[in-house]
């Protein structure tokens, strides 16, 4: 049965659970474990050492608070405020780990959440000057648990992770709340990492370090630079309540994501401002090439200074103005296989991008979406999904690129390819983009015949030898937001509804009519011309090509109009678009008036029925 304390503490502000515990056993004169005890605020009673998971600290149970309440006569407000709970909607790593205790689980290491307190100031736990905190110290704050608070914005100082004299880390075992609690009669800023010597383990556990943590340290690298100092207040800004909880909890995402990218590619993003020094991340991110290191690829430093240099980076790259550009550098389907960075550490970099993607601003989802698309698809091992934000469908994509467009934004690729294969490439990949799935896929809904050979790969092997990966990427942009500006045609319904069509012959007659030059002698005849000026037309009205142009019925019930019109459709179509030969160059102009009202009649009408109907009359 839990009873009232014989004193308790008033929390002090900011402070963490496993603090106050440390400082209400301090004046109690007692073990921690005793406080833990007699709170209920362990899992193992009887004669066993009390066992207190890191859990508690996220949120106390509601038996557990209505414990704790009982023995220290704090309020339900107080109690709460000595846990992480109130940070949850601005902090994800914070709501992941509590949907995992909630269902009775064991949390594991999370990479942006300390399971405990792994960072401290000394200026703040060596007190305000009050009695109380000149005699039990200052406070175990909860934002030294969150990795993105490295430096104390009052003292204006780095964080400091190990203790002055054993140099050992003041986490402590994973998952216990109190390193060694049973130890009485140690100060709450004194250290608690036991030390090597010893002649058994029972002895080493029982010596201590000790060394207080509360006073003066040397600060290696010089006090908090003003860059630093900027960055750390923007993340004290983003955790209070005057930042919406959104905003908050999107930056951290996108904060989480790309640092764990500029972890990776180190030192590709390492920052040149003069105030900060990386000295100390080289050291710390030299360390994880080790193929044998346990860390998540994207797990931040505890030491404070290495993790600010790539917060700061991060950060950096987040509030560009082109945030695509700013990534390009670090994406991982580049630096994956021509880096010499271990496949597995990108790979741990995807299976969390994969898992939080969706809590991730649209802004980044956006840009990262073209570097890592691989990550939007259909469930495991499923096809590719359209990206997000497109302001065109699929069907709005010319099997043929424009000329016009081509010309103004592929013109450095032409080393890679001709270009016509850079204009049937690139509507490949704007479908794609829209329709998602694969390559292949997205040139058959264009109607384009690939014939076993495939595309994208010349322009992306120049443009990588060229050292501008991204190059095509960006081009494609381009011409994206040139189609989106541009009117929005269904090529898709006029390929389909002309996939059986034929210009028919009393429509090349009045077409021959008007015209005023006879053919030469090597006219061929009419049906054979009329059939292959179908496939100009076809080519004017659907922005296709001439030979994925669909065979009209005719050619296709006989075998010699089928043997002539595989050569009459490319030449006929080649002096049309040539515009010299003086018999096509008179029809031109005729053929394509009647390109744009086929164009018009396709447009409205709703099946080939509907189609034949309006253009009989």
């Given at each position: 049965?839990?009873?009232p ?8 502000a900011g402070?963490?659970?496993?603090g106050?515990?440390?400082?209400l ?5 007692v073990?921690p474990d005793?406080v833990?005890?007699?709170?209920g605020l362990v899992d193992?009673q009887a004669n ?9 600290s ?5 038996q ?7 023995a220290?006569?704090?309020t ?7 846990t992480l709970l109130p940070l ?5 790593p ?8 909630r ?6 290491a ?7 307190a792994a960072r401290?100031c000394?200026?703040?736990l ?15 704050k909860?934002?030294w648990r969150l990795?993105?608070?490295?430096a104390?914005?009052?003292h204006?100082?780095f964080?400091?992770h190990?203790c002055?004299?054993?140099?050992e880390s003041?986490?402590?075992r994973?998952?216990v709340?109190i ?5 009485a ?7 608690r990492?036991?030390l090597?010597?010893?002649s058994?383990p029972a002895r080493?556990?029982?010596?201590l ?5 509360d006073r003066p340290q040397?600060e290696?690298?010089?006090p ?6 900027a960055?750390?207040m ?5 955790l209070?309540?005057?930042t919406?909880?959104?905003?908050a909890?999107?930056y951290f995402t996108d904060l989480?994501?790309?640092?764990g990218?500029v972890?990776?590619t180190?030192?590709?993003?390492r920052?040149s401002a003069p ?5 100390r991340?080289?050291l710390v991110l030299?360390?994880r090439?080790d193929?044998s290191?346990?860390l998540?690829?994207s797990a931040p430093?505890?030491?404070?200074r290495?993790?600010?240099?790539i917060?700061f ?10 945030l695509r ?10 630096n994956?296989?021509?880096s010499?960075?271990?496949p597995?550490?990108h790979?741990?970099w ?18 990262a979406?073209?570097?890592v698309?691989t990550?939007r ?10 990206h997000?934000?497109?302001d065109?469908s699929?069907?709005?994509v010319?099997?043929f690129?424009?000329?016009?467009w081509?010309?103004?934004?592929l013109g450095?690729f032409?080393e890679a ?6 204009r049937r490439?690139?509507s490949?990949?704007l ?5 998602g ?5 997205a040139a058959e809904f264009?109607g ?5 050979h495939g ?8 443009a990588?030898?060229?050292g501008t990966p991204?190059?095509y ?5 381009a011409i ?5 500006s541009?009117?929005l045609?269904?090529?898709q319904?006029?390929r389909?509804l ?7 012959p009393q429509a090349w007659r ?6 005023e030059?006879?053919p ?8 054979r ?9 076809w ?5 296709g090509?001439?030979?994925f142009a669909p065979k ?5 019930n006989a ?7 595989r050569l009459?459709r490319?030449?006929?179509g080649?002096w049309?678009?040539?515009n010299?030969v003086p018999?096509?160059r008179?029809?031109?102009p005729?053929?394509d008036?009647?390109a744009?009202?086929?164009a018009r009649?396709v447009?409205t009408?709703?099946?080939t029925?509907q189609?034949t109907h309006?253009?009989a009359n």
């Open positions: 049965m839990i009873t304390l014989p004193r308790s503490l008033d929390p002090l402070e963490l659970l496993a106050y515990v440390m400082r056993a301090h004046r109690l004169d073990a005793t833990l005890r007699r709170t193992i066993t050492q009390a066992v207190t998971r890191t859990a508690f996220l949120e106390l149970p509601a557990r608070m209505n414990d704790f309440l009982t220290t006569r704090l339900e407000a107080e109690a709460a405020a000595l949850a909607p601005r902090y994800p914070i709501v992941h780990s509590l949907n995992v205790a269902t009775g689980k064991r949390i594991p999370l990479d942006w959440l300390f399971p405990a401290y000394p200026d703040c060596t007190g305000d000057g009050t009695s109380l905190q000149t005699d039990h110290g200052g406070p175990w909860t934002d990795p993105v608070v490295f104390c914005s009052g204006q100082r964080l400091e190990a002055p004299d054993c140099r003041i986490s402590g994973p998952g709340l390193p060694r609690p049973t130890i009669g140690l100060h709450p800023a004194q250290c990492a036991p090597a010597h010893g058994s080493r556990a029982a010596q370090c000790g060394a207080r943590l040397p290696p690298g010089g908090l630079p003003s860059e630093l100092a960055l750390q923007k993340i004290t800004a983003m209070s309540p005057d919406p909880a959104v905003t909890s999107e989480q994501m790309v640092s990218l972890m990776i180190w030192p590709k993003a920052p105030g900060v020094d990386t000295h991340t080289d030299a360390g090439q193929p290191h346990s998540h690829a430093p505890q030491d404070a290495a993790c600010a240099s917060l980076a991060a950060d950096a790259i987040l509030t560009a103005a082109d550009t700013a990534l390009a550098p670090l994406a991982p389907v580049e994956r296989t021509r010499g960075i271990e597995k550490r790979r741990s995807d299976s969390t991008y994969r898992r939080y993607q969706d809590e991730c601003s649209e802004r980044f989802r956006n840009a979406e073209y570097l698309s990550h698809r259909r469930g495991r091992g499923g096809s590719r999904l359209p997000r934000g497109l065109y699929p069907q709005h010319p099997a690129l424009p000329l016009e081509a010309e103004t934004h450095a032409t390819c001709s270009m016509s294969v850079l490439t690139t490949t990949f479908a794609r983009r829209a329709l799935r694969t390559v292949p896929e264009l384009i015949r690939l014939a076993g595309l994208g790969g010349p322009i992306n092997r120049w990588r030898r060229q991204e190059a990427e960006r081009a494609l942009d994206a937001a040139e189609l989106a541009s009117p045609i269904d090529y319904h006029r389909t002309l996939v059986d069509w034929a210009l028919p009045q077409i021959a009519d008007q015209l030059r006879r030469s002698p090597r006219y061929i005849s009419d049906d011309a009329r059939l292959a000026v179908t496939v100009y037309l080519t004017q009205v659907t922005q090509e001439t030979q009209p019925t005719e050619a296709r075998p010699e109009l089928d043997a002539s019109w009459d490319f030449t006929i080649h049309l678009r040539q010299k018999f096509y008179q029809m031109k005729l053929l008036a009647y744009t009202q086929l009649t447009d009408a709703r099946s029925r189609l309006s253009l």
